[in-house]
């Protein structure tokens, strides 16, 4: 079974930092772009940051440019993203994704809360 599991949520004040994880079991991480996706309360779903296989490259939405940095670790089959200066609007569901050609994973999410 393919699975991706998230992990490091929780509930931080404005400006603080977390770092999530991406556990990936049943597949190897090599072959697929990874990102992070989020939807905050009462927002549409967006995607947040990717990275690329092959070259590693990577995307960053504009509001989080400079603030969050993603990276992967294939032969641990682990992904990150390490969130800095969080604000108030990140706050939201953050999913892993895995997608290689028609090949989507998907994690079940987990919740990030900023606020004072």
């Known amino acids: 079974q393919l699975q991706f599991v998230e992990s490091g949520g929780g509930l931080v004040q404005p400006g603080g930092s977390l770092r999530l994880s991406c556990a990936a079991s049943g597949f190897l991480l090599d072959s697929y772009t990874l990102g992070w996706f989020r939807q905050g309360p009462e927002k549409l779903p967006e995607g947040v940051s990717c990275i690329r296989a092959g070259d590693h490259s990577t995307w960053y939405r504009d509001s989080v440019k400079g603030r969050f940095t993603i990276y992967r670790d294939n032969p641990t089959r682990m992904m990150y993203l390490q969130m800095d200066k969080l604000k108030s609007d990140d706050t939201a569901v953050y999913y892993c994704?895995?997608?290689?050609?028609?090949?989507?994973?998907w994690g079940q999410g987990t919740q990030v809360t900023v606020s004072s």
């Open positions: 994704h895995a997608q290689f050609d028609a090949d989507e994973i």
